[in-house]
Nanobody
Framework: EVQLVESGGGSVQAGGSLRLTCTTP????????MGWFRQVTGKEREGVAI???????SYTDSVKGRVTISKDNAKNALYLQMNSLIPEDTAMYYC???????????????????WGQGTQVTVSS
């Protein structure tokens, strides 16, 4: 089983920035489709950004232009750079992974077999 560990969450004011990081003690990120989901209490988890093995990225509409997903295969690290944060970005953010190529629909929760424990992001107005 792939163990994913998120870090970098916190509390910021609207307009601020945060960078989330996901790491794993073993396995090679280059072999996985990876990304970030988020969940607001009482709502379903939604996909935020996905990056394929070859580096192709996908973003949900609400974060386009404000969020960048990237990875460093040498460090086994996945990042989510979030800028111009708004209160609606407040959620628990989860790192996800799927062995091999990304599946479709790309933001379907069922596509990802490995999930981290989450890191909380809180944006105040």
């Amino acid at each position: 089983e792939v163990q994913l560990v998120e870090s970098g969450g916190g509390s910021v004011q609207a307009g601020g920035s945060l960078r989330l990081t996901c790491t794993t003690p073993r396995y090679t990120f280059s072999e996985y489709c990876m990304g970030w989901f988020r969940q607001v209490t009482g709502k379903e988890r939604e996909g935020v950004a996905i990056i394929g093995r070859e580096g192709r990225t996908s973003y949900t509409d609400s974060v386009k232009g404000r969020v960048t997903i990237s990875k460093d295969n040498a460090k086994n690290a996945l990042y989510l750079q979030m800028n111009s944060l708004i209160p609606e970005d407040t959620a628990m953010y989860y790192c996800v992974a799927r062995g091999g190529a990304c599946g479709r629909p790309i933001f379907s929760r069922s596509q990802y077999e490995f999930w981290g424990q989450g890191t909380q992001v809180t944006v105040s107005s």
